[in-house]
């Protein structure tokens, strides 16, 4: 099964916090018990984030972290690159998203391609998905991507949330 590192995942849990609390400022801290996170390592990925561009930070005693970007705009293949970046995250310009333009994933896939033709195109497949996929449809309330109820890992006290989805209107 194909699968997002911790770090990605964490970082979509965090978006989808503070995009629950739109104009709302959220320290690490409060995500990190909130979303059952490790603190040190949530932490880190909100300071790449925020170095990136996607996070506002405020500092003090109510200080914190709130989207600074339209996540809209913002596919999964631009958010695993910038928190997979290994790159110092205090660069402005580490170079983290030069491969993400269509011109060199193409020539990339032209000199792959003629070797591993099945894994090659599979690749393509899972990239161009990747880029189509909006954060936004991931983290904002309302426009969740929907998952069967049965597929959802459910502890025995978590009452399944109820809210309603694009699909659910229709």
């Given at each position: 099964?194909?699968?997002?590192?911790?770090?990605?995942?964490?970082?979509?849990?965090?978006?989808?916090?503070?995009?629950?609390?739109?104009?709302?400022?959220?320290?690490?801290?409060?995500?990190?018990q909130?979303?059952?996170?490790?603190?040190?390592?949530?932490?880190?990925?909100?300071?790449?984030?925020?170095?990136?561009?996607?996070?506002?930070?405020?500092?003090?005693?109510?200080?914190?972290y709130?989207?600074?970007?339209?996540?809209?705009?913002?596919?999964l293949?631009?958010?695993?690159?910038?928190?997979?970046?290994?790159?110092?995250?205090?660069?402005?310009?580490?170079?983290?998203?030069?491969?993400?333009?269509?011109?060199?994933?193409?020539?990339?896939?032209?000199?792959?391609?003629?070797?591993?033709?099945?894994?090659?195109?599979?690749?393509?497949?899972?990239v161009?998905?990747?880029?189509?996929?909006?954060?936004?449809?991931?983290?904002?309330?309302?426009?969740?991507?929907?998952?069967?109820?049965?597929?959802l890992?459910?502890?025995?006290?978590?009452?399944?949330?109820?809210?309603?989805?694009?699909?659910?209107?229709?």
């Amino acid at each position: 099964m194909l699968c997002l590192s911790k770090k990605s995942e964490y970082a979509l849990v965090a978006l989808a916090h503070l995009a629950e609390q739109p104009g709302r400022t959220a320290s690490a801290r409060e995500i990190a018990q909130a979303r059952l996170l490790p603190p040190a390592l949530l932490m880190n990925i909100l300071k790449n984030l925020q170095a990136h561009g996607l996070l506002r930070s405020t500092r003090g005693v109510k200080g914190g972290y709130r989207i600074d970007r339209e996540l809209n705009s913002l596919s999964l293949y631009e958010l695993i690159a910038i928190v997979e970046c290994a790159a110092n995250a205090a660069e402005p310009d580490c170079g983290c998203l030069e491969h993400l333009s269509d011109a060199a994933n193409d020539m990339e896939f032209a000199r792959f391609a003629g070797s591993q033709g099945p894994v090659q195109a599979l690749q393509f497949k899972l990239v161009r998905f990747l880029k189509d996929v909006r954060v936004a449809d991931l983290v904002l309330p309302g426009r969740r991507i929907d998952v069967p109820i049965e597929r959802l890992k459910f502890k025995e006290t978590h009452q399944p949330d109820r809210r309603m989805s694009h699909a659910d209107h229709a």
